[in-house]
């Protein structure tokens, strides 16, 4: 990368959404709003990508199909004319068949092969003169624009394959964008939405992607050839920084290497308090690479596998065979260690081609447990896959965003028919296989005995908990200053779950994003936790953390802070005790995860 000394940096500031640091140069991603992007395309894709400029030129002549008759019904004749200009261009050979040739001949895609036709047609008519001939060039351009829309709609482009180093700039990113992004390629992602506990938020931790939200792009103007400085922990964007700013990030980004390193060697260590409390500490993970860290940490087990990231690139969910398959490599791959599979927790933030669900309030909508339920053929062939792969290890099964137990015992009985299914087809599974659910209602807390009695062990989701019980969505980043699981509301719910599993008798976990912030560990522990799961790129942190946190001074801890009664009094609380692990000559280095 070149270096030049600029005089003027540019500086933004954002919200910082997962730490770290990265330099490069911007990969401008799913928004090109003056700009037509230009791809290349496989002899495989041709077809599908003729099919997309089709379904794209015929949802536009319906669009206007649909204002003609509007028009016409308010006796608008000259506006009905003019539209139909606009139907019979859109049915000339030249945008239909001619222009699909030219996608198959070019192997380029629609909107890039549409942007030449249309620039050639307008040279064509500008030849022309009188006024009939500029009113054609308007209507084209209008049309062109049009199309274009319903173009870029669906343009899907990918992250696998961006240059190394490249900084990710869009206006917002979906879970399976961040899915599909390689750390190897990408230095960052800034984006203009997206909260903290958004799936792509995660997805980007899991990874260890820098993360910036809350940027307004508009703002700069992004050249290929600029270099960027993310800085992740403070939320900072610099933009052709001057050579000192530059200088200054790549010594700061080797202490951070540094650092990450040193804690690294915690995998070689016991999870417990130095007064020799133990605790587990297990990993939340979404694909299969992330489990070579699991080992590398000596995590306990896979606390959640949020299995349908498995579906978010599809068309439709995999059928029984693939999803057997796939859970049986994760089986093996977690080798001994135990694998609690989450049924697809599909809907929210997770849709897509696969889902056919459209609602004007996702995440209180047709969710995880409430889709798999109201489509039981779904759930049926998932059980069944998971059940088949429970023999090759140590399974668990864990049901999400259940609001009632009568959720869990409706699932529980689709479990307990496939279980006799198999029986009958003589076909092996584990039958004491361990079921879970997730809290993360607070309906679902506040009568955790009712669950308790009914299922093996109980996991606490605090990324919904907190959305649901501070009515926040957790990807607005706008609302991110209601969203803080230190409100002594949330503090108090998982308390009161800690209780009720520990009364049944049953293990009770948490494995929302606060399980990963070495801030809070000190406070679940001293709230009765005894079982945390994380990104497994946070085990380090949080096992270094758990091995300087006395459990009695945990549990003063705890019983301060349930007495506390603002959200700010308990992070000053949280923030102060955390300092004081942290040893002095790392200080500067600032929180890890970019809170
Ligand atoms: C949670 O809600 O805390 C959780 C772990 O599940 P997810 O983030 O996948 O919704
Ligand atoms: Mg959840």
């Known amino acids: 990368m070149a270096i030049l000394d600029h005089k003027h940096e540019i500086r933004l500031k954002g919200s910082p959404i997962c730490g770290g640091i990265a330099i490069g140069s911007p990969f401008l991603f799913n928004f090109f709003e003056n700009e037509i992007p230009e791809f290349s395309i496989s002899d495989s894709e041709v077809e599908s990508e003729v099919l997309r400029y089709r379904k794209a030129l015929e949802k536009s002549k319906k ?12 006796g608008a004749l000259d506006g009905v004319m003019i539209l139909e200009t606009h139907i019979q261009i859109m049915k000339d050979e030249l945008i239909t068949t001619v222009l699909e040739e030219a996608i198959r001949e070019k192997k380029k895609n629609a909107e890039y092969i549409f942007g030449l036709f249309i620039r050639d047609y307008e040279k064509k008519l500008a030849k022309l003169t009188g006024e009939m001939f500029r009113e054609k060039i308007r209507d084209v351009q209008d049309i062109a624009a049009r199309i ?4 870029k709609k669906t343009v899907k482009l990918s ?3 961006v240059k190394e180093n490249a900084i990710v700039f869009a206006t917002d990113l979906a879970p399976s964008d961040a899915a599909e992004a390689k750390r190897t390629h990408i230095g960052a992602f800034v984006t203009e939405m997206g909260g903290k506990t958004s799936h792509a938020a995660i997805v980007a931790r899991s990874r260890g992607i820098p993360y910036v939200s809350n940027i307004n792009l508009a703002q700069v103007e992004l050249k290929k050839e600029d270099v960027v400085i993310i800085d992740g922990r403070s939320g900072e964007v610099i933009v052709n920084p001057t050579s000192a700013t530059l200088l200054s990030y790549r010594d700061l980004q080797n ?3 540094a650092y990450l390193d040193n804690l690294s060697q915690a995998g070689e260590f016991l999870t417990e308090t130095p007064d020799s409390y133990k605790v587990r500490l297990s990993a939340n993970i979404e694909a299969i690479d992330e489990l070579q860290l699991v080992h590398k940490y000596r995590g306990d087990g896979i606390g959640l596998f949020r299995s349908e990231y498995i579906c978010l690139d599809k068309k439709g969910f995999p059928t029984e065979e693939e999803q057997f398959e796939i859970y049986k490599q994760f089986v093996q791959a977690a080798n001994g260690l135990p ?3 989450r049924t697809f927790d599909v809907g929210g933030d997770k849709s897509g081609d696969f889902l056919n669900v459209a609602e004007a309030n996702p995440f209180l909508g047709c ?3 409430r889709y798999m339920l109201q ?3 779904v759930f049926r062939v998932q059980l069944r896959a998971i059940l088949r792969a429970s023999v090759f290890g140590q399974v668990k099964v864990m049901f999400p965003m259940v609001s009632g137990a009568f959720e869990l015992l409706e699932a529980k009985k689709l479990l307990q028919e496939e279980m006799s299914k198999l029986d009958q087809e003589s076909i092996r599974y584990d039958k004491n296989i361990k079921i879970g659910c997730m809290i993360e209602i607070p309906s679902a807390a ?4 009712e669950f308790a009695k009914h299922c093996d062990f109980l996991s606490i989701g605090t990324n919904d908990l907190v959305q649901y019980s501070l009515a926040v969505d957790r990807s607005n980043q706008m609302m991110s200053y209601l969203y803080n699981p230190a409100d002594p509301s949330v503090i108090r719910l998982i308390k009161m779950v800690v209780i009720e599993a520990n009364r049944n008798g049953i293990p009770v976990s948490v494995c929302g994003e606060i399980a990963a912030d070495p801030r809070f560990t000190a406070l679940l522990l001293g709230l009765g936790v005894h079982e945390l799961s994380c990104t497994a790129r946070f085990i380090p942190i949080v096992k270094n953390t758990i091995r300087r946190t006395s459990i009695i001074s945990a549990c003063q801890l705890a019983e301060t802070i349930l007495k506390m009664s603002s959200y700010k009094e308990i992070q000053q609380k949280l923030n102060e005790e955390y300092e004081k692990l942290i040893p002095q000559d790392v200080q500067h280095i600032g929180p890890l995860i970019g809170h």
């Open 63 to 74: 669009e206007v199909e649909y204002l003609q008759k509007q028009l016409d019904l308010d």
């Open 148 to 151: 274009l829309k319903n173009l």
């Open 159 to 161: 992250l696998a394959e």
């Open 255 to 257: 202490q951070l290497r």
């Open 339 to 341: 694998i609690v599979i």
């Open 367 to 369: 969710r995880a447990i």
């Open 375 to 377: 489509n039981p053929t």
């Open 446 to 449: 506040i009568t955790c005995d």
